[in-house]
Structure formats: C-alpha cells, structure tokens
C-alpha cells in the first residue's frame, strides 16, 4: 500500500510540524492515500496506473500529492490551529440567552474537496434522465 504523500511534502508545502503532529499526519497519509485509492475505484479509475503513465504520470502524481498534503493540513488545522477549541464564528446574547458558533471541521474529519477530486477527474456529478411520456400528434402519426 503505497502512501501519496511523505511528512515531507507537508513541511515542504509550508506547514510546520510539531512532534506530535507528526504521528498524527503519517496515520492521516496512510488513510487519505486509501481513501483516494477506494474514491477512484468508485469511478473505475486506478490512481496508480495513472501515476505510471508515461505521459502525464508525474504531472498527475504531483496532483495527487498535492490533494492529499492539503487534506491532511485540513485535519491537522482543525485541532490546532483555529484557536478556541476550533470556532471559527461564534454569536453570544445575554438576553434571552443565546449562543451561536460554528466549527471548523470538528471531528477533525479527513475529506477531499469537490473540486480537488475534480482536478483528478474523480468527481462524480449528480446526472438526471428523462423519458417522454407523451407523444405529439406528429409523432403518433409515424
């Protein structure tokens, strides 16, 4: 099982490690690397074929590594990072007493963006059919 990425790429991409961070980001490599692995199987995509392809094999291998340093920096961010306990926006009134906040990635979840699975051609979109149902005169006539 092949990792994507290094605890390299992730300083190298400017993100600086603690000791600690970095048990954490290698546990994180491993599982974005076969997460991305099973959302390619999904589209009946093989990331390492692609990766060893002749032509554009290093270009998509550094696109790969990117997604997956930026996937990992997001559940490192999480924790550390945002400040209180992770609240990016928080709301208080006295009263009536009213608390509002929101979190930045609370469970510290590992995910891939929309359009970086775009860029690696391993979104899905959402397609739609439509059948008629009814046929003009014209159409009846033939």
Do not use: C, H
């Amino acid at each position: 099982m092949t990792n994507y990425a290094e605890i390299s790429d992730i300083r190298a991409a400017g993100y600086p490690l603690s000791a600690a961070q970095e048990e954490t980001a290698q546990t994180l490599l491993t599982q974005s690397s076969a997460r991305l692995r099973l959302i390619a199987r999904n589209v009946n995509k093989d990331i390492d074929a692609l990766i060893a392809d002749e032509t554009a094999g290093a270009d998509y291998a550094l696109a790969v590594k990117s997604v997956i340093v930026q996937a990992v920096a997001r559940a490192l961010d999480s924790a550390s990072n945002t400040g209180q306990d992770g609240i990016v926006q928080g709301s208080q009134t006295l009263g009536a007493y009213t608390v509002q906040q929101t979190f930045f990635n609370p469970g510290q979840s590992l995910y891939f963006l929309r359009n970086e699975l775009k860029e690696l051609g391993l979104y899905r979109s959402q397609t739609y059919g439509a059948v008629e149902l009814w046929a003009s005169a014209k159409e009846s006539e033939t």
